[in-house]
């Protein structure tokens, strides 16, 4: 079981940068396959980014490629949501989660350990 702790939200105008963290316990989190996903209030919870365990692939949503980049310090057993040119429709509670396999994936049911979330919030 890995635990996962999100940090780095806040409150931002259009066009502003956030870089989200999420730090793993346990020295076997860094072998996992990470992603983030986020949740606006009255919708699902939908994917935004997902990286393999040695960080060399990744994956994004296309409402945010170009705009955000993840990444990962496994020596500090740290994710990265590098947040950029961020717009109104990018606000909602962002979960960082793992998943058992040093593979990405960009499906929410494939990740059985989730963060508490960090609220993103855009203001136009």
């Known amino acids: 079981q890995v635990q996962l702790v999100e940090s780095g939200g806040g409150l931002v105008q259009a066009g502003g940068s956030l870089r989200l963290s999420c730090t793993g316990s346990g020295r076997t989190a860094s072998t996992y396959g990470m992603g983030w996903f986020r949740q606006a209030p009255g919708k699902e919870r939908t994917f935004v980014a997902a990286i393999n365990w040695s960080g060399r692939s990744t994956s994004y949503a296309d409402s945010v490629k170009g705009r955000f980049t993840i990444s990962r310090d496994n020596a500090r057993n740290t994710l990265y949501l590098q947040m950029n040119s961020l717009e109104p429709e990018d606000t909602a509670v962002y979960y960082c989660?793992?998943?058992?396999?040093?593979?990405?994936?960009?499906?929410?049911?494939?990740?059985?350990?989730w963060g508490q979330g960090t609220q993103v919030t855009v203001s136009s």
């Open positions: 989660a793992a998943r058992q396999s040093r593979y990405l994936s960009d499906t929410k049911e494939e990740y059985a350990n």
